[in-house]
């Protein structure tokens, strides 16, 4: 069954064409990649999807009910999270704050009750702290104990992009969507955030789309790729499938010189 | 700047040793620049007539103010001439000793030739049609009195003798430094408001005031001057370390223990502010309270500016609100006068402060909604800009003929009833302390509740990074409204008790000016920084008032202290927590914590022994 559905999708900047009459599907419980050469509109993608940018033209549909329209916000509490290319954590707050802050949409206290601290306010705010934690939990002893209470940006490059992908689980997602979690990372850090993908499916029973330019990630987890190239797919299917189509080595490598 | 950075010598003479890596020492450069300024300094204050005007006030017995003020430039600018730079790690520290003496002693001098060249120009010539205050009696005074020439090169030794003075603190350990800076700090500070420290003392029944102060001058004495520096140099000097280890201490305890004593530590601070306006008295009080309006307000706006990040230059409006929605609604109409008063209003419920106080409220949330609705779009400068323009709105409104049989036009509101609690008119000052007092608890507790809680986090995320908050399920509509709301019902109680302690209110009360200072209470005290808000807004608005004397410097005086703060310490009185990310608190948070792992693990191993052990 589909979770996530896009036809259509067409995005202009200006002149250029960042999604040209996008097709494609995620099914529940799959882990999806997208890849690409720069500027193929990989992000521009999961901008759309996350409704940060409206579309031009096409429609996305989620859970079979189109989501073109509605804020960011509201399609984050249906259930689709993400993480930033360009890692954007909350810098001034701490580890544990950044991910509470992912619950906001699965909470409701407000003003009155914060300021009573009324026995429902605790209860919720116990809640809050302790998914938090949990989430954080996910990655090992990297972001727990003494972590809990730094800001974000006295963490390593790595451990931030830890933290953003916890602080999108936390949201309780269905789909998760990761902007090249692996960039930056040295050898081993990728390794094993390749496993944690595997394992947020099989443990959370997350639906993984994830954007990645390192192939050892992608042909380590991905069971389908999705190739793009000027905002077209042009190749669809498993990692050595794609790997071995011609359209996909012109678009990376260029074309071949005819003789 | 470049040059200075170099710390290996270019030549190596032969046969030299090699070269050690030796820090930097003081230059020619940084003693010619220190001194120039301290001469500068100098003729600066005899020309705009700071020297004149204190002639006559006393600190310390015979020494007046503008004396302290001659040598007081010298003095801090002979101390920096003679500071070696800031040592780098792995370099060796430059030794201390008479060159640094003698880097002052330059310094001071050239101060005394940059003044004697002001004097000889501004004696020789008569300038006195731009620079009005430079009388003969100012040079005068500047020359000792001995005539321009004969009277410099006195000053000129003065100036030099300072300047070595200053030069010779820098051999000086730092601590004792440290504490003696404070100390005559204090000494200075207690000559010059002499008149309310003795209030102050004579409340606190203390016994040796007439030792300590001249009856006629107002001047401390020697013995009191001598008796102030040594009390707050041993305080200063204890209080250093034992301030940090309370604090690591308190950090220590357990976390059913931390409540108690914290608890306790609150109960204190609300029995001292409780006898507070007795021993203060009236004078001071009424400033207190002038603080505590502002500090309402600066409370309010450090919800909208410091956790939510949304600058709101026209924060005066909800002040206007909260003000002119309790006149209207509580002013007293005399007795068939009604329509016969300027200003002619036609309207009064006549209400009593509390029965007001709901009205005030929704009114204040309504403009609250009011402003943000518009500007929820906008970010940053253009935020400032359409919050500007409302404020200067609603000031207009309030003083247009449109709305004049409400709110009075520029005669305002007047009349308006007195608070009553419990049956007791709230008059005096004292009085009016506990009740401001009272609201500022509120705002201080809605602070802190509201910042650890969904909606606060909610606002800081939003303050932090808009759009990934949005994408993060903030609803960043709703999040910015309740920070109007929130921001404008605080400010309008401050509103409601400014206009029932002024007993009337007029449209140009809420000028555009009132933002501007509650804006720099809130960032001059650390943004997001209740305790930071708190100190500024006492220090800010106190601060001109008791400077009262000095006239029409206070302003030049006061402008200085808030530049050399921003300079000092730009993030802040007292940074929030988020905002102090000292190396060291984070080592200890990690020492802590790792120490805590260990115990838990050797628990671990106590309980089931390890097999083969």
Known sequence: ?259 | MAETVRAVPREVPLGAAPPAFAARDITLRQVVRNGVLAGLGVSFVTAVGMVQAFERRFIVSQLSLDYILVVAFPLALGYLAGRPPPVLEGFEAPRLGAKNVLAGLLAGALAGLVLMAFVGIFGNFDVRDVFTNVSPEALARITFGEGLFEGSLAMLAVQAAFGALGGALNLVPERPRRAAFLAAVWVVAFGLFSPLVRQVLDNLGFPFLRYMYRSVSGALTRTGAVAVFVLFFVLSLVAKGSRLQAGERFRALPESQRRVVGGLAILAVLGLLAVLPHILGNFLSEILNFAGIFLLMALGLNIVVGLAGLLDLGYVAFFAVGAYTTAVLTWDRPEGLAGTLPGSIRWGPELTFWEALPFVILAAALAGIIVGTPVLRMRGDYLAIVTLGFGEITRLLFLSTWFKPYFGGALGVQRIANIEVFGVEILSPQNFFYFIFGFGVLAVYASYALQNSRIGRAWTAIREDESVAEAMGVNVVAAKLWAFIIGAIIASFGGAIFAVKVGSVFPRSFSIEVSIIVLVIVIVGGLASVPGVILSAIVLTATPELLQELAEYRFLIYGVLLIFMMLKRPEGFIPSRRRLRELREEELAQDAWLRAARAQREREELAEPVPGS
């Open chain 1, 1 to 259: 069954m589909a979770l996530l559905e896009v036809v259509g999708l067409t995005k202009d900047f200006g002149g250029v064409r960042a999604i040209d009459h996008l097709d494609m599907h995620v099914d529940v419980g799959e882990i999806v990649s997208v890849i690409g050469p720069n500027g193929a509109g990989k992000t521009t993608l999961f901008n759309l999807i996350t409704g940060m940018i409206p579309p031009d033209e096409g429609d996305i549909r989620f859970e079979g009910r189109s989501i073109v329209g509605l804020r960011p916000s509201q399609i984050l509490s249906l259930g689709i999270a993400r993480t930033f290319q360009n890692v954007r954590l909350f810098p001034e707050m701490t580890v544990r704050e950044n991910v509470m802050v992912a619950r906001h949409a699965r909470t409701r206290a407000g003003v009155v009750s914060a300021l009573l601290r009324t026995p429902r306010f605790r209860r919720e705010e116990a809640e809050t702290r302790r998914r938090a934690e949990e989430a954080l939990a996910f990655f090992g002893p990297r972001l727990v104990g003494y972590r809990f209470d730094q800001t974000a940006v006295s963490l390593s490059y790595a451990n931030r992009r830890r933290l953003e992908i916890a602080r999108a689980m936390a949201s309780d997602p269905k789909l998760l969507l990761l902007d090249e979690p692996t960039a930056g990372m040295n050898p081993r850090e990728t390794q094993e955030l390749t496993e944690l993908i595997g394992k947020m499916r099989d443990e959370k029973g997350l639906t993984i789309l994830f954007i990645e330019h390192d192939m050892r990630v992608v042909k380590g987890v991905a069971e389908r790729v999705i190739v793009l190239d000027y905002g077209r797919k042009i190749a669809e299917g498993t990692y050595d499938e794609v790997a071995h189509n011609e359209q996909v080595i012109e678009a990376y490598l260029g074309r071949r010189a005819t003789a």
